[in-house]
């Protein structure tokens, strides 16, 4: 086991951690610790929300809960030696649960707060625990289905430079000022309620506080980009854009099906993430990994042959209208699609809207090409159901 750098008591917030995290991204929030390029170390990490969902049969946590708070990252760990321009090289080697906490959870967010991919068409707060067997997944709250978990980081990344966080503030604001009204909004700006800025005080708090970009939408630094196959095995290459690189991660998954499309979100938990650094020297020029990190996948996955696909293609669903090419539209509609199979199979449409954003599910956008409808597809692995869900 890799020497432990961060660690978490389940039973505190990480603000009261002995050495807290953060849930903002800003280059000034100082360093948890440092490594050098070349070690291995283990990070433990909260569950995204600090622990406000508890293992009972109520949504009303779900629908409560503070998303200021969101997401609580274990780090920044400093990388000694790295500069603006290397690529930081990140080797995920080995994810787990911890013994205490062998269960985690999924949920529809309210519309009125947060919402979710169907919010239009499941605005109510619903939740399902998951419980584990080893690498297995059931849920006493969608019944009849048992599935391997590929599990992940729903967010690791690293810190962005003052200039690429104010031009994230600048285009954000812009963009919610277009409807700033709107419920649920079109993007999280800065917000000072709630903020966990590691051991930061007096000035510096309030000044981070006021400009920390929140950590909702996956940008430059990856962050929450919410990739179900980042899982065990997986190298990823970060551009680095301040000294040290900055590393921080957390939001941890037992599984996630692609979309993450309940927002809250995949199978959440708390657990321990073990990690591997090295650092390629000038490489976002030399390798032209500037602007968004690349990865190489691990090789392990569930050995799932046989699936169900449902397409959706670019139709707005309520109105009938046409889009051109609305790939957000025919994702949509093929979740939905889906949803409506399993429901003919006696799932709830909540039920089957959580297995959708818990299972290992395969979402493709198959054509962008096909003038005016893009083809989504979500495939539904067979084996998952305890039952033949095949149509005969
Ligand atoms: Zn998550």
């Given at each position: 086991?890799p020497?432990k750098?961060?660690?978490?008591?389940?039973?505190?917030?990480?603000d009261?951690?002995d050495?807290?995290?953060?849930?903002?991204?800003?280059?000034d929030?100082?360093a948890?610790?440092?490594?050098?390029?070349g070690?291995?170390?283990?990070?433990?990490?909260?569950?995204?929300?600090?622990?406000?969902?508890r293992?009972n049969d109520?949504?009303?946590?779900?629908r409560?809960?503070?998303?200021?708070?969101?997401?609580?990252?274990?780090?920044?760990?400093?990388?000694n030696g790295?500069?603006p321009?290397d690529l930081?090289?990140?080797?995920i080697?080995?994810?787990?649960?911890f013994?205490?906490h062998e269960?985690?959870?999924n949920g529809?967010?309210a519309?009125e707060?947060?919402?979710s991919?169907?919010?239009?068409?499941?605005?109510?707060?619903?939740?399902s625990?998951w419980?584990f067997?080893g690498i297995y997944?059931?849920?006493r709250h969608v019944?009849?289905v048992?599935?391997?978990?590929?599990?992940?980081?729903?967010?690791?990344g690293?810190?962005?430079?003052?200039?690429?966080l104010?031009?994230?503030n600048r285009?954000?604001?812009?963009?919610?000022?277009?409807?700033p009204?709107?419920?649920?909004?079109?993007a999280?700006?800065?917000d000072?309620?709630?903020?966990?800025?590691g051991?930061?005080?007096?000035?510096?708090?309030?000044?981070v506080?006021?400009?920390?970009?929140?950590?909702?939408?996956?940008?430059?630094?990856?962050?929450?980009?919410d990739?179900?196959?980042?899982?065990?095995?997986?190298k990823?290459?970060?551009?680095?854009f301040?000294?040290?690189?900055?590393l921080?991660?957390?939001d941890?998954?037992?599984?996630?099906?692609d979309?993450?499309?309940?927002?809250?979100?995949?199978?959440?938990?708390?657990?321990?993430?073990?990690?591997?650094?090295?650092?390629i020297?000038?490489?976002?020029?030399k390798?032209q990994?500037?602007?968004?990190?690349?990865?190489?996948?691990?090789?392990?996955d569930?050995?799932?042959?046989?699936?169900?696909?449902?397409?959706g293609?670019?139709v707005?669903e309520?109105?009938?209208?046409?889009?051109?090419?609305?790939?957000?539209?025919?994702?949509r509609?093929?979740c939905?699609n889906?949803?409506?199979?399993?429901?003919?199979?006696?799932?709830t449409?909540?039920?089957?809207y959580?297995?959708?954003?818990?299972?290992p599910?395969?979402?493709?956008?198959?054509?962008?090409?096909?003038?005016?409808?893009?083809?989504?597809t979500?495939?539904l692995?067979?084996?998952?159901?305890?039952?033949?869900?095949?149509?005969?």
């Amino acid at each position: 086991m890799p020497k432990k750098l961060f660690q978490v008591d389940l039973n505190k917030t990480m603000d009261k951690q002995d050495v807290p995290g953060h849930n903002r991204w800003h280059p000034d929030i100082p360093a948890a610790f440092s490594v050098n390029p070349g070690e291995s170390f283990r990070m433990e990490c909260l569950d995204w929300t600090d622990g406000q969902i508890r293992n009972n049969d109520d949504p009303s946590d779900i629908r409560d809960v503070n998303l200021n708070r969101v997401h609580v990252l274990s780090g920044p760990v400093y990388v000694n030696g790295v500069e603006p321009g290397d690529l930081l090289v990140v080797d995920i080697l080995d994810i787990g649960t911890f013994s205490a906490h062998e269960w985690g959870f999924n949920g529809i967010f309210a519309k009125e707060n947060g919402g979710s991919f169907l919010t239009d068409h499941y605005p109510e707060a619903a939740k399902s625990i998951w419980d584990f067997h080893g690498i297995y997944a059931t849920s006493r709250h969608v019944p009849n289905v048992k599935f391997a978990g590929i599990i992940h980081p729903g967010l690791i990344g690293v810190a962005p430079s003052q200039e690429l966080l104010d031009e994230w503030n600048r285009r954000e604001s812009e963009l919610v000022d277009q409807d700033p009204k709107r419920v649920p909004p079109l993007a999280n700006l800065p917000d000072k309620d709630s903020v966990v800025l590691g051991t930061l005080t007096g000035e510096d708090f309030d000044r981070v506080a006021r400009e920390g970009a929140r950590t909702v939408p996956p940008r430059e630094n990856g962050g929450n980009c919410d990739i179900k196959n980042l899982s065990r095995g997986s190298k990823i290459y970060f551009p680095v854009f301040v000294e040290g690189a900055k590393l921080s991660v957390g939001d941890l998954h037992f599984s996630q099906g692609d979309g993450e499309i309940t927002f809250c979100g995949g199978i959440e938990m708390p657990g321990w993430i073990d990690l591997h650094v090295e650092v390629i020297k000038g490489g976002m020029e030399k390798y032209q990994i500037k602007k968004n990190p690349a990865f190489r996948p691990g090789p392990m996955d569930p050995h799932y042959n046989e699936y169900i696909v449902f397409e959706g293609v670019s139709v707005n669903e309520f109105t009938g209208k046409q889009t051109y090419m609305d790939a957000n539209v025919a994702y949509r509609n093929a979740c939905l699609n889906a949803i409506e199979f399993l429901k003919a199979h006696g799932f709830t449409g909540e039920q089957a809207y959580m297995l959708l954003g818990s299972a290992p599910v395969q979402g493709h956008l198959a054509g962008v090409v096909d003038i005016p409808n893009s083809c989504c597809t979500i495939a539904l692995p067979k084996d998952i159901f305890t039952f033949d869900i095949m149509p005969k």
